[in-house]
């Protein structure tokens, strides 16, 4: 237990988390891929998830508790290091030993959870309390918070690729704080990290772009 408080324990658990939470994404993208195929197919998916809702439930809250998990050691860190070194960062020298997606890890995270906080307000929690049963067209209307939407979108798109930032230095810090350099023989893993920190974001892009332009409406 005291592990897990120590400052690699927690590095530990933001790299665990993070993880677990990019591979949510994958499936969440498989699933809006759906709306390319139309309404009827897009609305009979949604139902499905609709009549396992208590399986769902626990997917939720087990998310929920991932997230919370991510985001309250990553601030705890955060906040370790800054009074450690008086400063954000722990080496004042960024330039030349710091991506720009590490020194904006804490802008892109605020702006990720801003993103969430927005779209569960507005998409899911219609999707639990309507009564319509026609989920394609809610997602799509032109009202704040849906991506027909143009302000919304571009706050959406905003988002997705400061998600991209984010995990593309939280894939290099998790794999780092696992003990794996680039030239070992798990190497390859930095290079498969680009299916979720480009690849996703961008699959994500292409449907709220594919909305506005009315490839899917």
Do not use: C
Request: charged residues 10%; positive net charge; glycine residues 8%.
């Amino acid at each position: 237990m005291k592990f897990l408080f120590s400052s690699i324990g927690q590095k530990v658990q933001i790299a665990l988390s993070g993880i677990l939470l990019a591979i949510f994404l994958l499936f969440h993208l498989f699933n809006n891929f759906a709306l390319f195929a139309g309404k009827d197919t897009f609305n009979a998916m949604v139902k499905f998830l609709e009549s396992i809702k208590p399986i769902i439930r626990v997917m939720e809250f087990g998310l929920l508790g991932i997230l919370l998990v991510h985001t309250i050691n990553a601030f705890r860190i955060t906040l370790y290091n800054k009074s450690a070194t008086g400063s954000k960062y722990k080496y004042n020298a960024q330039g030349e030993t710091s991506l720009i997606n590490s020194r904006t890890m804490a802008i892109s995270g605020t702006i990720v959870l801003l993103f969430l906080i927005i779209h569960l307000g507005f998409v899911w929690l219609t999707y639990q309390t309507t009564d319509s049963h026609d989920y394609y067209q809610i997602l799509l209307q032109n009202k704040i918070g849906f991506l027909g939407h143009t302000p919304t979108a571009v706050f959406y798109i905003i988002s997705i690729m400061a998600i991209g930032m984010h995990l593309r230095h939280g894939f290099q810090s998790a794999l780092k704080t696992f003990g794996i350099s680039e030239k070992s023989k798990f190497g390859i893993l930095y290079k498969f990290a680009i299916l979720f920190w480009a690849i996703i974001p961008f699959g994500f892009l292409i449907i709220v772009i594919a909305i506005q332009a009315g490839i899917i409406s």
